[in-house]
């Protein structure tokens, strides 16, 4: 009982270190990456850039972070339209397509940052926050394939852009947001309705 304690105390002071955060953030995303990679969905790193604006601090600090990352991101030029209008830039963890469905995946190992404090969102916020994260990217780039306003074999004839939020704790209250195991069953069922040919099946609505 008293080394389960001990184990307990010791991750949560990992989970203070701003640095542990960070890592455990980029492990997941890799994760994710790498399942999509070994069913053959061909995934991606994708950075939306809006280059009307002035880059920023973030964005820099975001390109040093994702050198290390398994493939070198797609970077394209955009217009954004939804979320923070003075930044610069939009990155989606892990992006791939099966037939004429795309899937952006946003990856959440930590809570939310609180602005550029170093401070952290509560669960009981985080939930709010993910959402609002993920619907920003998805009507970003919605936005663009719909009005033709980017060019990239990843997005051509795209018909539905499926978000997933894949995070290893907090709150899961919505059809959008997986455990890890979740998401390895959702992968397994895309691969085998994408052989079949009936992955218009799994996004049918009910009758």
């Known amino acids: 009982m008293l080394i389960w ?39 991606e790193k994708l950075i939306l850039i809006d280059s009307r604006r002035s880059p920023t601090r973030r964005y820099f600090l975001m390109k040093e972070e994702i050198k290390s990352f398994l493939k070198t991101p797609i970077e394209l030029d955009v217009e954004l339209i939804v979320g923070d209008l003075r930044s610069y830039y939009r990155e989606i963890d892990v992006i791939f397509r099966a037939e004429e469905f795309l899937f952006i995946i946003e990856c959440k190992g930590t809570k939310v940052p ?83 040919g009936t992955i218009d099946e799994l996004f049918k609505a009910p009758n």
């Open 5 to 43: 304690r001990s184990m307990i105390k010791y991750f949560e002071e990992l989970q203070r270190d701003p640095d542990f955060r960070k890592f455990k953030g980029k492990m997941l995303e890799e994760w994710c990456f790498k399942e999509a990679f070994k069913r053959d969905l061909e995934p």
């Open 114 to 196: 609180l602005g550029e404090a170093g401070e952290y969102i509560k669960w009981t916020s985080n939930y709010d926050n993910v959402m609002d994260i993920i619907n920003d990217k998805y009507k970003n780039l919605l936005f663009n394939i719909k009005n033709e306003l980017i060019k990239h074999p990843l997005l051509n004839g795209i018909k539905n852009i499926i978000p997933m939020v894949v995070q290893t704790e907090g709150i899961f209250e919505n059809t959008f947001i997986f455990t890890t195991h979740q998401y390895i069953h959702a992968l397994n069922n895309l691969v085998e309705h994408k052989k079949a």
